[in-house]
């Protein structure tokens, strides 16, 4: 089993920057990819950002090089540095760890981006 719980968000101006946390509990040792989604109102909840445990990263085009995903394994930590934030990004950002074939996921945290 594995726990993830999500820190970090906050309301801030378009334009401004903030960064997410995620820490991991649990059988942390054998958890793979890590990775950022989110949810705005009404919508699906998307993919956003996974980075391997080898710290490879991928992103969705919507976020590229204004966001950055890294992990601290020793630290159990995965953070996730957004810049030059849109209104559009704001959303419920959930944090999500693949271990052993299972999918987990944090509680969630509110980004609001006010213009």
């Known amino acids: 089993q594995v726990q993830l719980v999500e820190s970090g968000g906050a309301l801030v101006l378009a334009g401004g920057s903030l960064t997410l946390s995620c820490t991991a509990s649990g059988s942390t040792a054998t958890i793979s990819t890590m990775a950022w989604y989110r949810q705005a109102p009404g919508n699906q909840r998307e993919w956003v950002a996974s980075?391997?445990?080898?710290?490879?990263?991928t992103y969705t085009d919507s976020v590229k090089g204004r966001f950055t995903i890294s992990r601290d394994n020793a630290k159990n930590t995965l953070h996730l540095q957004m810049n030059t934030l849109k209104p559009e990004d704001t959303a419920v950002y959930y944090c999500?760890?693949?271990?052993?074939?299972?999918?987990?996921w944090g509680q969630g945290t509110q980004v609001t981006v006010s213009s």
């Open positions: 999500n760890a693949l271990r052993l074939g299972f999918t987990y």
């Open positions: 980075i391997g445990r080898g710290g490879s990263t």
